[in-house]
């Protein structure tokens, strides 16, 4: 079998596609191992706000209103959840007995 696959084939094609082959094969192994940011989990950082003006010329990227369907839709998942928890489970300590 090898033999015949040597005369179809030319050697340096058999050996780039297993080369081709074995790359890929060590390739599956790396999303497992990589890690995009390199951040230890316990990593503190310092978050500084600037409340400099911005200069006018700087564009400010403000989005756009949202549309009314997401009020609507948003007010009411808010009131059928407060229907659906009973009282003994609210975080208001005051509303228990």
Not at 53 to 61: D, F, L, R, S, T
Not at 66 to 90: M, N, Q, V, W
Request: proline content about 11%; overall charge negative; charged content about 25%.
């Amino acid at each position: 079998m090898g033999e015949s696959l040597h005369t179809s084939l030319k050697f340096g094609m058999v050996l780039a596609s297993l080369s081709r082959t074995c790359v890929r094969v060590l390739a599956l192994d790396l999303p497992i191992q990589w890690d995009p940011w390199g951040v230890p989990d316990d990593y503190e950082c310092e978050v500084i706000e600037n409340d400099a003006p911005i200069p006018k010329h700087v564009p400010q990227h403000r989005p756009g209103p949202l549309p009314e369907d997401f009020y609507r839709t948003l007010e009411g998942l808010l009131s059928e959840s407060k229907t659906k928890i009973p009282a003994s489970i609210s975080a208001d300590p005051q509303l228990k007995e």
